[in-house]
């Protein structure tokens, strides 16, 4: 047929009619519609987690450069600072929101073990819009003060709880979604934009957060990690959490020095844990009311001394460690910094205001790396790899997920050519670990929070601070 004007016109009708009625057929696909129902809660969680994760971000480093900047003006302004903030941090958590203290992990983990058909109200007290502000405001006022605090763990309970706010605003008619994979998918976004690490957030959701299979919500689960991540990128632009460490050349025979320093970061993560959960238990159970406010100032005046009279590096959330040995020339560390780290991360999570322990336990493994790496005979290359592989270890032998660890070091520093070595370390620290304690740093916390929402439940006035925890 001879091709006219009038001719492509006509095609041209016909084409678009074609389209127009496949777009409406797919339209009035039921099984579509359901599916795409289904899908737009996770890509709004995944989308408001990504930018509520980059303004914390923000605001955590503006808070952490105030405390470097007041220490070079003044350093004994933090014999009041410290106390003054360590106290308003811990007043706002168990004043408005009990369950927003800590890292955030433990209370994730516990909603997702409430999150069943006959106890899933009680999430409410764990993952609200109550606890997103205060957790924020918590360890924001903290880390200004210098506590020893990361954020990573806050933006996951940020996140999960962002999603389940999502999930509790759906209207009757929309379609069941599962409020369980909801707090997941937003836990692993959270942890996603945190370190900018879409597979570490993914692992992270099946090691750490559930045992349910993963072919039941690994698309929503994957599409969260990505939108989440993309937002992140989209505000901060590409970027590593920590750098490109120099790698190459690494000799075979470094494995010798490897596993005898995950066995020693998996001593010294997992008496970290048990520390922690001993003071806090003690805390439970000797100090009460007034002396409570007591304890917190003196965390506050052995955090403030222990910066001025030793060294400032115990404040904060330690990534200036890792950085510096990493990246620099600086690559040793004296031998007490390990033990301030360890230290000031014990005292400022007892004091039970917000604030995570995931960046603090990173920055204690590199640094008992760099301590480690400087009793050898070894090159920069190397010993960029001694730090990364104290990072796995002491982090695997907290959280008892060694292949997070792994993950969430490997792609902040996009390290692939040393993946074993870094499963190596995750590996004996988590052995090491378990034999010392069965039960990880977070399951212990996580048992303590549905303790604690149980008794709520039968006595509404007897929360840790005679505080009825809200649902926001």
């Known amino acids: ?169 759906l209207p009757a008619w929309y379609p069941k979604i599962s409020k369980r994979n909801m707090i997941v998918t937003g836990a692993a976004a959270g942890l996603a ?57 690494v000799s075979v025979s470094i494995i010798l020095i490897i596993i005898p320093l995950a066995i020693v970061t998996g001593f010294f993560g997992s008496g970290m844990g048990r520390v922690i959960l001993y003071i806090l238990k003690k805390k439970e159970t000797i100090i009460k009311n007034l002396h409570r ?15 001025v009279f030793v060294d400032s590096r115990i404040f904060g959330s330690g990534k200036e460690i890792m950085v510096t040995t990493l990246f620099t020339d600086e690559k040793y ?5 390990p033990l301030l780290r360890m230290a000031g991360s014990a005292i400022s999570f007892t004091v039970g205001a917000s604030g995570g322990i995931f960046a603090p336990s990173l920055s204690a493994g590199a640094s008992i790396g760099a301590v480690f790496a400087s009793w050898f005979d070894v090159t920069g290359p190397e010993t960029n790899l001694i730090i990364l592989c104290g990072m796995t270890g002491f982090l695997s032998s907290i959280t008892r997920s060694p292949f997070t660890s792994s993950i969430l070091v490997l792609e902040m520093t996009n390290s692939h050519n040393v993946i074993f070595y870094l499963l190596l370390s995750a590996l004996f620290a988590n052995l090491l670990a378990t034999v010392i304690t069965r039960e990880s740093f977070y399951d212990h916390l996580k048992e303590k929070y549905i303790n604690e929402i149980h008794k709520e439940e039968a006595d509404p006035n007897s929360s840790e601070e005679n505080v009825q925890p809200s649902a926001g």
């Open 193 to 249: 934009s945190a370190f900018n690490t879409p597979l570490g957030g993914i692992v992270f959701a099946i090691e750490e957060l559930t045992k349910t299979h993963f072919s039941l919500f690994k698309s929503a689960l994957l599409t969260g990690v990505i939108i989440a991540g993309l937002t992140a990128l989209n505000f901060l632009g590409p970027y590593l959490y920590l750098g490109y460490p120099q790698l190459e050349g």
């Open 333 to 337: 560390l004296e031998w007490y910094v």
């Open 1 to 169: 047929m001879k091709i006219t004007p009038i001719n492509l016109v006509r095609r041209l009708i016909v084409r678009t009619r074609q389209f127009i009625k496949k777009t409406f057929d797919l339209i009035h696909n039921e099984k579509l519609k359901v599916n795409l129902l289904n899908a737009l809660p996770f890509w709004l969680g995944a989308f408001i987690s990504g930018a509520v994760a980059v303004m914390y971000a923000r605001l955590f480093s503006l808070a952490e450069a105030g405390t470097r900047l007041i220490y070079q003006k003044a350093d004994w302004i933090f014999f009041i600072l410290t106390p003054v903030c360590f106290v308003l941090a811990w007043w706002l958590t168990s004043r408005y929101s009990p369950f927003a203290r800590g890292s955030g992990i433990p209370q994730v983990t516990a909603a997702i073990e409430l999150s069943n058909p006959r106890q899933k109200y009680k999430v409410g007290s764990l993952l609200s819009l109550r606890i997103i502000f205060i957790k924020i405001l918590s360890s924001l006022v903290m880390v200004f003060g210098g506590g020893a605090i990361g954020r990573e763990g806050p933006t996951i309970q940020i996140s999960a709880s962002i999603f389940k706010k999502i999930n509790d605003f």
């Open 293 to 307: 406010v007591l304890y917190i100032i003196v965390c506050g005046l052995v955090i403030a001394a222990l910066a």
